[in-house]
């Protein structure tokens, strides 16, 4: 029996042999590949009650996902790329982590001459343009016909492009486990992304988010976009409030209704924990435009690639 190194010395020979005769293929089919209009969430802010049901929801719904990275970690060059394992923190649920998608931020606001506190259920803003798909060099960040976008981690390297080009910083990088440990331990990105991927498998059942399924005070509501950005609106209306996510970074399908303006929110942020602040449209900067046509053929080749060693890894 081959020992695990001299394996996976085996799969990375074969997978750089197919190399050229993948990347000559040319790019994967992009878009959602539907005509159908693309989903969106309604959070109501308002009726959030901080009780945490759709946190407890989406870790049992998503825990098969969940990385188990491999231990010790590999030796990273050059050092300045960080070891980031929360494999050991996994009860963490005050912020954004590889191991909870979804965590509630607490808010204070001022509401008719009086101090009220708001709880607001925090995850992927899942943009109609999103930076993190088309920017992605390895082509793992994809976004789904639903229009709901999410990353592949049989294919991620962990290179963080996706949370260095998101506005919110929202992905998060969980170190040990993914592509890289096969292919280059050394010097690729040293880890896995992961984030919201709106439970995509389960809506391909016809079924909820697992979020939306849990929550007893029915804070969040999803259908199509234009219906979503209508109840927005008449929501917004009766509260005399305030939308969020209409045309940030371009507009997302993600729209929180607050009864206090956003930008008279108070609320911690820092490293997994995103803000609501006005956000320009990110893949209208001309740059980003031209970095993502370059991108493009060679994030189409690399998925197909990694998706090529896969295969050869499970018969292996």
Same mark, same amino acid.
């Given at each position: +029996? ?74 990273? %060059? ?15 649920? /005050? ?10 931020? %607490? ?21 109609? #343009? ?5 920017? $992605? ?18 294919? $991620? ?32 990105? #040293?880890?896995? +992304? ?5 439970? %995509? /498998? ?36 009766? +509260? ?42 990110? +893949?209208? /900067?001309?740059? #980003? ?20 060693? #896969? ?6």
């Amino acid at each position: +029996m081959r020992s695990p190194v001299s394996r996976r010395q085996f799969l990375k020979s074969t997978v750089f042999a197919a190399g050229a005769a993948v990347v000559g293929t040319g790019p994967a089919a992009a878009g959602p590949g539907t005509e159908e209009e693309p989903l969106a969430t309604l959070i109501d802010i308002s009726r959030c009650i901080g009780c945490e049901e759709c946190v407890y929801a989406c870790n049992d719904a998503n825990a098969r996902k969940f990385p188990e990275p491999e231990k010790p970690f590999p030796t990273m %060059y050059p050092s300045r790329v960080p070891v980031e394992d929360w494999s050991d923190q996994r009860d963490v649920t /005050d912020r954004l982590t590889p191991y909870n998608w979804l965590y509630i931020q %607490y808010a204070t606001g001022t509401k008719d001459g009086e101090e009220i506190t708001l709880t607001i259920p925090r995850r992927c803003m899942h943009c109609q #343009n999103p930076p993190c798909v088309k920017l $992605c060099p390895w082509g793992a960040a994809k976004q789904q016909p639903s229009g709901l976008s999410r990353i592949d981690s049989q294919l $991620c390297l962990g290179g963080s492009k996706c949370k260095d080009v998101c506005p919110w910083d929202i992905p998060q990088r969980q170190t040990g486990v993914g592509l890289y440990l096969d292919i280059l331990p050394a010097f690729a990105g #040293n880890g896995v +992304m992961y984030k919201c991927d709106r439970c %995509y /498998d389960r809506l391909e059942k016809g079924e909820q988010p697992a979020c939306i399924e849990a929550c007893p005070e029915q804070v969040q509501v999803i259908g199509r976009r234009s219906e979503i950005i209508a109840l927005a609106k008449e929501r917004a209306q009766e +509260m005399n409030g305030h939308i969020y996510g209409l045309d940030e970074n371009g507009g997302t399908h993600t729209l929180y209704v607050s009864p206090v303006p956003f930008d008279q929110l108070t609320y911690d942020t820092g490293k997994g924990k995103p803000h609501l602040k006005p956000v320009k449209d990110t +893949m209208a /900067d001309g740059s #980003n435009l031209a970095l993502a046509l370059v991108i493009a053929p060679v994030a189409g080749a690399a998925a197909a690639l990694g998706k090529f060693y #896969n295969r050869i890894k499970e018969e292996a």
